[in-house]
Every structure is written in C-alpha cells, then in structure tokens.
C-alpha cells in the first residue's frame, strides 16, 4: 500500500515517482493499492483508494482530513485500510496521508518504507512557515501516533523531531539523490538508508511538433528558446530566473523564456514580471500546467533548459531534459554534482548575473550545448523505470526482512 499527500491532477515528482512504481508493480503481478487525497477531477483508476481531504490553501495541495476526526471514525479508517493486509507499506509524503501510512504499518505489522522526496527545511524556510505552526503540528503528529509530546525546540529541531516520528518505524528510508543527504541529516541508521533514483522514460517529439510549439506562442525559429518545466511558485527559484533572463535580454535581444508548470501565487509571479519591465516580461511566455506531450514538444523546441531551484531533491524535469538531447543550467551544487546526471550539467551561482553568463555561454557555444546534452542523455538512459522498479523491491524484501525478525507483538505495538 502506498500512501501520498499528493496526487492527480496535481503534478509534481513525487506524482510521477509514485505513478511509475505502481504502474511496474501491476505489470510485475503484484498487488498494490494508492491511498490518496480524493479530488473532484481525479479519474478512477485501477487500485486507487481515495481519502475525504481538504485544499491546505498551499500550492493547490489538498490534505486527507482524517486527523481532525473524532477518535472513533479514526479507528474506523485505519481498521478498514488494515483489512487490506498489506505486507508493505510505502509512504511517499510527510502529510496526513503519510502519517496514515505509519499507523496502518502499526495495526498491521507491515514493513514500513519511507521515500524523502522533500526537503521540509528549505520548503518551511520559502513559505516562512512558523514555528508555532510546525510546533502545533509536531503535537498532533505525536498524539495521533500515541508518542509523548516533545519539548518546544527551534525550527529544525522541530523538523527533525517531526522526521523522527515519521521514520523511526521505517525499515528502509529510500533517497532519489545523495543531494537528500547533503542537505539533511535524517534520523535513522545509515545501513536503512537507500538510494534510488526515479527511472524517466523519453518521450518523443518529432521536429515538427516542436516548432508548432514554437509558432504556437509566438516564438521565431530562430529565437533561443530558454525554458523551465516545474511548479512556477517561489521555492523553484523562479525569481531567480526571472531577473537571469532580463540580463540575458541586455545581450540577446532576441532570446525567449519559457515557463511551463502551474501557477499558484499569480500575484507574486505578476510583481515578478514587472520587476524586469514591460519588454523583457513580453519575452517571457507562462503556459501553465501542460499535459506531458506538450511538455516533450517544448523540450525538442528549447536550447537551453534552466532549473535555478535549491530545494530539489532530484528534480525529474532534468532527466526528462537530458532525454531530449537538451543541455541544462543549475544552482545547486549537490543536484549537480551528485543528481543523476552526475556532473553533466552547467553549475552557476545563485545570483542572476552568473546564472545569465551560464545560459548565454550554452545558447552562444551550440556544439558545447550539444556534447553536454549528448552527456546528460546518457547519465539519465542508465535510470529507467524498470531500474528503480527493481530496486525498490529489493528494498521491500529487505524491509520485510527486517521486520520478520521482529516479535509479533512488538510488530502489532510499532517497536
């Protein structure tokens, strides 16, 4: 049983991680069963078991509400997950769902395996979300678990305790990247952390489909095409970007941007584009949330993909990039260097005048963009999706292992 905090028709990574190993679980014969938040828009599909849950009001994110149900239609929903009899049980997210997912492994003694797709530090750090809060949030997670209350602490003391409480249980703590591990110290045994990149697999456009995308918003063929696949929200480093392009735009006029991925702070994004003025925000195109062949359309069109967030943790668009031969710019040192492209990227500063030099000397230099692409293709090839299918279960097996060798009523209390 999987369990997520998010899901269709949001996208994001953590969508498409879990999409991808529940689609090769079905193919391999196995059972395995998504629990959700339940949406209007959400299609029904084959083992999905969807929660009643409420919009948070944060990045169109909807959150199970099962924690502030009466004690009783809470035992009422972890006894009906229980009868499913799972003997894993995966959580993929740090919510509701989440913490869901622990106390059915509790009730039935299930493995339990934890992927950190989120970096909560740098996700509480760009939402300047308060103490007070996760502190409120630590006491709930706590008594919901039956642990004792913990002491009040600082902001990453209070993420730490919160990690604690989540993964403690966890045979197995699954990272997509070493980056994971540069950025946070996770708070269980290293011999129970397992790295595991999410496989990408390509998908095609033809170049014709990729200069309908260009005519399609007005862009010339000619016109260096710089582009960026993600939430278009202020923890990507959108702003980043923004302020990067208008001095690509002092040195190439003729240069595009484009930004493909839902808009949730429309005001912060229009205060954006008014910063940099009228003529550089005209060059610049928001095509919202796109289905995924438009999104392949717009890799075969772009020659440049810049990706100026710090707070990934492996960030899929890159290898969906590099499939399409396209060379990308970052600033974050542990994405670069220890991402699946393992170095097949260009590295900036985090400051707008070196991140606008990294893009220029790519769109300026087409051969060095092409040996860089050719690079990054072959780095992202090696991570297909019948790999981290694989590996996966070879860490279910060894979780469930670990679990057999423990008591039956330990196994029933969570110890």
């Not at 229980?82 to 959580?91: I, L």
């Not at 260009?346 to 030099?357: C, N, T």
């Amino acid at each position: 049983m999987h369990f997520t905090d998010t899901y269709l028709p949001r996208r994001d990574g953590v969508v498409t991680s879990l999409r991808t190993l529940h689609a090769a679980q079905l193919a391999a014969g196995h059972d395995s069963l998504l629990v959700v938040p339940r949406h209007r828009e959400q299609r029904t599909e084959p083992g999905l078991l969807r929660l009643p849950a409420l919009a948070c009001g944060v990045a169109d994110l909807r959150l199970a509400r099962w924690p502030m149900n009466t004690r009783g239609v809470r035992e009422r929903l972890v006894a009906e997950l229980a009868a499913h009899r799972p003997e894993v049980v995966h959580a993929h997210t740090p919510g509701p769902a989440g913490l869901l997912g622990v106390l059915v492994a509790r009730r039935t003694g299930a493995a339990l395996v934890q992927t950190y797709h989120t970096d909560l530090h740098a996700y509480a750090d760009a939402y300047k979300v308060p103490r007070w809060a996760l502190r409120l949030l630590l006491r709930v997670y706590a008594g919901r678990l039956g642990e004792p209350r913990p002491l009040p602490g600082c902001r990453t003391a209070t993420l730490t305790a919160g990690n604690r409480l989540l993964l403690g249980d966890a045979g197995a703590v699954v990272v997509p990247t070493r980056a994971v591990l540069d950025r946070v110290e996770l708070p269980v045994p290293a011999e129970r952390i397992v790295l595991a990149p999410t496989g990408v697999a390509p998908r095609a456009a033809t170049p014709a489909e990729a200069m309908a995308f260009r005519t399609g918003y007005g862009i010339g063929p000619s016109d260096p095409l710089v582009l960026f696949v993600g939430r278009v929200n202020r923890e990507k480093g959108v702003d980043l970007l923004i302020a990067a392009f208008a001095r690509i735009l002092d040195r190439l006029p003729s240069a595009r941007l484009v930004l493909i991925g839902a808009v949730y702070e429309r005001r912060w994004l229009n205060r954006l584009l008014r910063s940099v003025g009228p003529a550089a925000a005209a060059r610049i195109v928001c095509a919202g949330q796109q289905p995924p062949q438009v999104v392949a359309q717009a890799y075969a069109a772009a020659d440049v993909f810049a990706f100026p967030s710090r707070t990934d943790t492996q960030a899929l668009v890159l290898q969906e990039a590099a499939l399409a031969g396209l060379a990308a710019v970052l600033a974050d040192p542990s994405l670069h260097r220890h991402g699946v492209l393992a170095g097949s990227t260009v590295l900036a500063e985090p400051e707008p005048d070196s991140f606008a030099d990294a893009v220029l000397g790519l769109l300026r230099d087409r051969r060095a963009a092409h040996r860089l692409g050719a690079a990054a293709r072959a780095a992202a090839a090696a991570h297909c999706p019948q790999r981290y299918a694989d590996t996966v279960l070879g860490v279910y097996h060894e979780a469930v292992r670990r679990r057999s060798r423990v008591s039956p009523l330990e196994a029933v209390a969570g110890g």
